[in-house]
């Protein structure tokens, strides 16, 4: 019966998938399963009843499993009874997986020890933690404020901008909290516009709103700045958040209108202090600022002083004037000379008061002022007065929105005052708007309302129009209107209210053509006609940034999409090299060892079948690699060959014969071979979706030459598809000028194809193909003819050389290191196996060695680290040192390792290339 149990048992510890090792009381080994031994790397010896647990704690230490104290912590912990008690713990194997252990004691003595294997959920949650830190990296690199709600309304992350933007309510800002509560936080701050006061309706309202699809809105605070608000649902039922800051756009929008209003009010009263006085105060509350004011020149007493002409104040603001004698005022003292003239030569000031010099500062921080900005008023060519912002409550940055709707405001004032010198009769007074209106840049025409004739125009007019100067008064105003409806819609919209603003509508230019215009309108009495005075700005340049802007987020969709690609190619590339490196290596061996012909030519197929694959990983790594180009002997023959390979079944699926023309003996070029790939592979991509419509037979033919003067290649690639209409060829190269319909192209290929044609110096162009359907062709400037081969006879004399020294191959994959092993041995060099870093510093201790063949990315200790580990403890085996890749996008060397011009093989490697590099550095007695 013990027996049958003893059987039962170990068949029962045979098919745990975890290794699982039983101990006595002495800490000896009574019971077991091969997995526990699998995972640990033990020997078979220690697989037997009574070996005891620190006989494979001491075994591990002297491997160097423990770290360089393990032994003797084994030791000292030899005699212990702590392993009789419950432990749980995780440790990497000498395999690369990832172990967890627990320990628990049996009743009546001893242990029992289980080893279960956690790697790929150790491996998920690294992934899963690179994952959340480039998400996150990538929520800071926008420009905008961005946030991210579960399918729970609760916040999950947010960016910095966004608590910039919210900073009110920054100590809400926490994982968990509803979208709700941060509503009602915010409305606590008193900063949103709560309409009627109803709270709970302005919630609900937020609440809804991210509930739906819902176009952006754009919602003013109760500080006067402006938050764009887009939110948009996503698939599991989450919410992102975008909050873009609007306020400057808001104030310059809001301050053009005010402008125009303000020259309609000039424009129909006499009295120029009531536009200007109008103006200001309109203009401090747009730009939000504390207090504006306007000052007029004067001499005193032989002393420069500034009367108050008009001064508007924000809620709370105490205002300056006839509090403070005018004589008394900081402008009139001598510390501001310096600021008197640059005013009076026409130049502005801006600064923060903390910034001055002691006596400036004095003066202002007696006023309570901490920023202020101010233009000269000039009233033709004299300095008539000053304008200016003043900041109480803190420094404010004066915005160039700020600063250029000062100097509007400015030249405005400038211009009603000269129109107010003369406002005795209404002939003089018309004169003055005339002088207003020719010096505004915005085109201003006054039409009679009953007959529609024009009575005035500003010069700007006739150039919106394209007329001749002068033409234009007159004219009947019906003209200007692409529609005839418009006109009657503008007037039933002015008839009521006696006035329009900003509404868009379609006007024709002199030669036909149309342009959007947005017109500002009042209702006036001029020359004794009821007329409309309205500015008139052209939307054309509005309409065409709309539409770029449009266009450029598409690309950049585009571009992320492309990107996307890039890293799906460098990861299929990278899982084929390490395979790929051991067929096109081990095939080698075979062809150069074998003695039977049948073999050696299986051998030679495999390899040309191998040395195919690699070229198309070769591509796949042009077009997934972003690098600096590299300027290089090319052959354009294998550049298009590659290219062909690797579209090879996208182009035969289509249904489409290739014809390659290119002789074997044509000159290369100097260029980036990678980028010239590029180009040969949009030209053909191109080719075939032009003939995706087209019936059979459907063909392609690729061709290269030199050219008739021989100091340059043509290549051409030529199509029987429908070809390239003449009207639009000037075009085509334009970026995102496409003619494929939405979601099919992106109008970035060919312009891409131009700018790497044209940075190596040559040119592009299509015409039409013989017999019909599109050509493309480029020309590069020639290069060296191919440098004939000279066999390896340099680089295997010096590997044989190499062949009575050792040397150590380290790489995580044991078919890669046994590949690179067999190649070495083939040169007579004696060579041991790493299977990673710390391994590889242990052999080292022990050995001599004269070169290390070692892989770039390992778990654990990679390439580099074990590379500045050796240069610290051998540097001169660190002069001997190579580096094995097959990471197709961080593979590079960078930094202290590139300064250090160490060699670097990229996999598929081939034999003679190992050897060779072998020959070299062995060989090398000084390095």
Request: net charge negative; charged share 25%.
């Amino acid at each position: 019966m013990a027996t049958d149990r003893t059987e039962a048992m170990a068949a029962a510890f045979a098919a745990l998938p975890d290794g699982i090792m039983v101990f006595d009381r002495d800490h000896r080994l009574v019971a077991w399963n091969a997995r526990a031994f699998e995972f640990l790397d033990l020997p078979a010896h220690f697989a037997g009843a009574g070996t005891a647990f620190v006989d494979i704690l001491m075994f591990q230490a002297n491997r160097g499993e423990f770290g360089p104290n393990g032994l003797q912590t084994v030791r000292e912990a030899s005699g212990a009874t702590s392993f009789d008690e419950a432990a749980n713990f995780s440790r990497l194997t000498r395999q690369g997986r990832y172990i967890e252990i627990k320990r628990n004691p049996i009743a009546g003595g001893g242990f029992v020890v289980l080893y279960i294997d956690v790697t790929d959920r150790a491996l998920a949650t690294r992934k899963a933690v690179h994952e959340q830190n480039r998400l996150a990296e990538a929520m800071e690199a926008l420009g905008e404020g961005f946030a991210l709600l579960d399918g729970e309304e609760r916040l999950v992350s947010w960016n910095r901008r966004y608590g910039e933007i919210y900073e009110p309510i920054r100590d809400f800002l926490k994982e968990g909290t509803t979208f709700e509560a941060l509503v009602r936080a915010m409305v606590s701050t008193g900063m949103s516009r709560v309409v009627s006061g109803d709270i709970e309706q302005h919630v609900a309202d937020r609440v809804a709103r991210i509930r739906r699809q819902s176009e952006p809105v754009d919602v003013q605070r109760t500080d006067g700045s402006w938050i764009r608000l887009i939110d948009r649902k996503m698939s599991d039922g989450g919410t992102v958040m975008f909050r873009v800051s609007i306020t400057d756009l808001k104030r310059r929008e809001a301050a053009l209108t005010v402008l125009n209003a303000a020259t309609t009010r000039l424009l129909g009263n006499s009295d120029w202090r009531a536009a200007v006085e109008w103006l200001l105060g309109e203009i401090g509350q747009v730009m939000g600022v504390s207090r504006v004011k306007l000052g007029r020149n004067s001499i005193d007493a032989g002393r420069f002083v500034q009367d108050d002409v008009f001064e508007w104040t924000a809620d709370g603001v105490p205002t300056l004037a006839g509090s403070v004698p005018t004589r008394e005022r900081p402008f009139a003292h001598e510390a501001f000379a310096d600021w008197r003239e640059k005013l009076g030569t026409g130049e502005r000031i801006i600064c923060d008061v903390r910034n001055l010099d002691p006596e400036k500062r004095r003066l202002l921080s007696g006023l309570g002022l901490r920023s202020v900005l101010r233009m000269p008023v000039m009233a033709g060519a004299t300095w008539w007065g000053t304008v200016g912002f003043d900041q109480c409550d803190a420094e404010r940055h004066w915005t160039p929105t700020e600063i250029d709707t000062l100097g509007a405001v400015a030249s405005f004032v400038g211009l009603a005052i000269e129109r107010g010198l003369s406002e005795t009769a209404l002939r003089e007074s018309e004169e003055r708007f005339r002088v207003v209106a020719q010096s505004h840049p915005v085109p201003v025409v006054v039409v009679e309302i009953a007959g529609g004739t024009i009575r005035y125009a500003s010069p700007p007019v006739d150039d919106l129009l394209g007329a001749e100067k002068g033409s234009v008064v007159g004219t009947r105003a019906l003209d200007l209107w692409a529609n005839p409806e418009d006109r009657l819609d503008f007037l039933s919209r002015i008839e009521p209210v006696g006035r329009v603003d900003a509404a868009e509508y379609q006007f024709r230019r002199r030669d036909g053509s149309t342009f959007p215009c947005a017109v500002t309108a009042r209702r006036i009495i001029y020359e004794g006609v009821d007329c409309t005075v309205g500015a008139l700005v052209d939307l054309t340049q509005t309409r065409r940034a709309e539409a770029e802007i449009a266009r450029q987020r598409e690309a950049l969709h585009q571009s992320e999409k492309m990107a996307a690609l890039g890293s799906l190619l460098a990861g299929v590339s990278h899982e084929l090299n390490n395979p790929l490196a051991i067929v096109v290596g081990q095939a080698s061996l075979l062809e150069s060892g074998a003695g039977d012909p049948k073999t050696v030519e299986r051998a030679r197929r495999i390899a040309a079948a191998a040395d195919r694959c690699a070229r198309i990983v070769r591509t796949f790594l042009a077009m997934a690699r972003r690098k600096a180009p590299e300027r290089a002997p090319v052959d354009i023959g294998a550049v298009i060959d590659g290219t062909l390979d690797l579209l090879g079944y996208l182009l035969r699926s289509a249904g489409i014969e290739v014809t390659r023309d290119f002789p074997p003996d044509m000159p290369q070029v100097m260029g980036d071979a990678d980028q010239l790939s590029q180009v040969v592979s949009n030209l053909v991509v191109n080719a075939q979706q032009a003939l995706a419509e087209r019936p059979a037979p459907r063909r392609l033919r690729v061709c290269a030459m030199p050219v008739a003067t021989g100091d340059r290649i043509r290549v051409e690639i030529a199509d029987n598809g429908s070809g390239v209409p003449p009207e639009i060829r000037e075009r085509i190269f334009e970026p995102f000028f496409t003619t494929k319909p939405e979601g099919v192209g992106t109008g970035v290929g060919l312009s891409v194809c131009r700018g790497i044609v044209e940075g190596h110096d040559g040119t592009i162009s299509v015409g039409d193909a013989p017999g019909g359907g599109a050509q493309f062709a480029f020309e590069l400037p020639a290069g060296k003819m191919p440098a004939k081969a000279t066999g390896q006879a340099a680089g295997e004399t010096q590997a044989v050389h190499a062949g009575t020294r050792r040397i150590l191959v380290v790489d995580d994959e044991p078919g890669i290191a046994a590949t690179l092993a067999e190649i070495l041995q083939d040169t007579g060099a004696e060579v041991d196996i790493a299977h990673d870093g710390r391994q590889a510093l242990a052999l080292i201790a022990q050995t001599r060695y004269d070169a290390v063949f070692s892989d770039l990315r390992m778990p654990g200790m990679d390439g580099p680290a074990l590379y500045r580990e050796i240069a610290r403890r051998h540097p001169r085996l660190a002069a001997r040192f190579v580096f094995v890749s097959g990471d197709t996008l961080g593979g590079s060397l960078t930094g202290d390792l590139a300064e250090a011009s160490i060699p670097l093989v990229d996999k598929p490697f081939q034999p003679r290339e190992i050897r060779a590099l072998a020959g070299r550095i062995v060989g090398n007695e000084d390095g």
